[in-house]
């Protein structure tokens, strides 16, 4: 476990009077949300993630991300949606940790923080298209 898994695993021990400190493991701790930012509830506490980082740089291993998972998925036709009785779209986000794969560095294994098992391998357009923001801190107001 490393210094970025008990920051984002860890109760809170210490409350933020600044817009954010800095924390190990490179996570900062926030006391606002700030503009450009979301939020997802991950192990009793609140990980915000910038949704424009993708946009200016590129995947990073071992960096935690916030993905979404869409049911049915988003490429499905209406009438395919419907044939399935479907009533409504179904969302979900959670935070992963991407890892490049050593054997093959055009692919990512997906390390799951909710839950102890791992997905992939995907390919970076694949992983990049669920991602929708990379974690860069925890909420402490």
């Known amino acids: ?23 190990a493991g490179g996570l900062s701790l926030f006391a ?4 450009g930012h979301g939020v997802v509830a991950i192990a009793g506490q609140v990980a915000i993630y910038d ?3 993708l946009r200016r740089n590129e995947l ?11 049911s049915p998925r988003s490429g499905m036709s ?6 399935d009785d479907r009533r409504r779209l179904d969302t979900s986000r959670e935070v992963v940790r991407a890892v490049r794969c050593q054997r ?3 692919h990512w294994w997906l390390r ?8 992939g391998p995907m390919l970076d ?3 990049t298209d669920m991602i929708v923001g990379k974690v860069v801190g925890i909420y402490r107001p």
């Open 104 to 106: 093959n560095p055009e």
């Open 51 to 53: 949704e424009d980082d």
């Open 1 to 23: 476990m490393t210094s970025m898994d008990v920051a984002l695993i860890s109760p809170p021990t210490a409350h933020g009077e600044a817009v954010w400190e800095e924390s």
């Open 112 to 119: 799951h923080a909710r839950a102890s098992f791992v997905s």
């Open 32 to 35: 606002t949300i700030p503009k």
């Open 78 to 83: 209406w009438q395919t949606f419907h044939a």
């Open 125 to 127: 357009f694949n992983l």
């Open 60 to 70: 990073q291993d071992g960096a935690f991300y916030v993905v979404e998972y869409q």
